[in-house]
């Protein structure tokens, strides 16, 4: 007997946008280290887009890897029934 397919849960796209957005942004910050903007904003020492795209990837594959979609075998569930 075949069962529905489970649907996929909403946070494991907002992962994906998180984890996308993370590399873009980490990118970015690594570009600036290497190619110094000809005028930086204020605090550019701390290098913020470094921190933050970083952040942003990590929550973003943690998100894709807790809520990616699993094939799950339920035969042995349907067995007992």
């Not at 849960?9 to 110094?36: D, K, M, N, R």
């Not at 020492?45 to 809520?67: P, R, S, V």
């Amino acid at each position: 007997m075949k069962s529905k397919p489970e649907a996929v849960s909403i946070w494991f796209f907002v992962g994906v946008l998180l984890a996308f957005y993370g590399v873009v942004i980490t990118g970015e910050g690594l570009y600036h280290l290497a190619v110094p903007p000809e005028r930086p904003v204020v605090l550019a020492w701390l290098h913020a887009d470094l921190w933050w795209g970083a952040l942003l990837l990590a929550a973003g594959l943690f998100y894709c890897y807790h809520f990616a979609p699993r094939k799950v075998d339920r035969s042995a569930e349907n067995d007992g029934a």
